[in-house]
């Protein structure tokens, strides 16, 4: 039987802490609306543009090869991907349009990339996925994916080789095998979840550690507490420079003066 998702609002860093640490093992993606849906910069950029679904995968693989044809123009000699993952991974590492979602093992990454990309008079939204366990089998032949519109089936991986920002970021990827079905129906065959359901709402955040039947949890930020909660971040050394290894990262973290005012 499928179980519905768990929500929640941290108001203090302390419950941030309590409630991620009481999930264990888990993924964690940050996102600064709790409006915005689980979906790929590709599939956004589909909805924007007005591409069906049944064109993704050929535009995806157009993109490959566009991609790896003028890339060594810019990339170092060490970034040279090996494999088609490795090749979405770097597309999606410099902005590009890519089917891969990006989470990470670590609550306080997730939770600064949520408060950057917030929104004005928005709540932010911290998602857990409860389950760390990824076996070799699951890692193995991942670049098959990209070769034709598989099966819809969700893995979780990272590439062979990280780059200095996932590994910055304790970075992996929700891969979904099939762009002919959205990237939140395969999360929800994944998790055993059912998007569609009613949210459960708890009221205190000491319920995340006894109601562990929910497989995904919504922890949800309020747009008031944003400013406290960076600032707590921020003291624990998650921030641009150190995310973003590089000068991108070092100029980025300017922003978070901004941020910082509140």
Not at 69 to 78: E, P, V
Request: charged residues 30%; glycine residues 4%.
């Amino acid at each position: 039987m499928t179980r519905n998702i768990a929500k929640i609002r941290i108001t203090k860093p302390e419950e941030l802490i309590l409630a991620c640490e009481s999930l264990g093992n888990s993924w964690f993606r940050g996102q600064g609306s709790e409006k915005w849906r689980l979906e790929s910069t590709l599939e956004r950029d589909a909805n924007n543009f007005g591409v069906p679904r049944n064109a993704l995968w050929e535009r995806e693989q157009t993109m490959l090869r566009l991609f790896k044809k003028r890339a060594h123009l810019y990339l170092r000699d060490f970034e040279a991907a090996k494999d088609d993952f490795e090749w979405f991974s770097l597309i999606r590492h410099y902005g590009g349009p890519s089917r891969l979602l990006d989470v990470t093992s670590s609550y306080l990454v997730a939770a600064y990339f949520a408060l950057c990309d917030s929104r004005p008079k928005e709540d932010a939204v911290v998602w857990a996925f409860r389950e760390s366990i990824i076996t070799k089998e699951e890692e193995q032949n991942i670049s098959e994916l990209f070769m034709n519109d598989a099966k819809p089936a969700l893995k979780i991986a990272s590439p062979d080789r990280f780059n200095m920002r996932l590994n910055a970021q304790s970075g992996y990827f929700f891969v979904p095998g099939s762009l002919s079905t959205s990237l939140e129906d395969q999360i929800a065959r994944r998790f055993d979840t059912d998007f569609m359901k009613k949210f459960t709402v708890y009221r205190t955040v000491r319920r995340v550690k006894t109601e562990i039947g929910h497989r995904i949890w919504k922890l949800v930020i309020p747009r008031t507490t944003h400013g406290e909660m960076f600032r707590f971040i921020s003291r624990c050394n998650v921030r641009a420079y150190s995310l973003m290894p590089g000068i991108d990262g070092l100029a980025s973290s300017l922003r978070e003066m901004m941020r910082a005012f509140e």
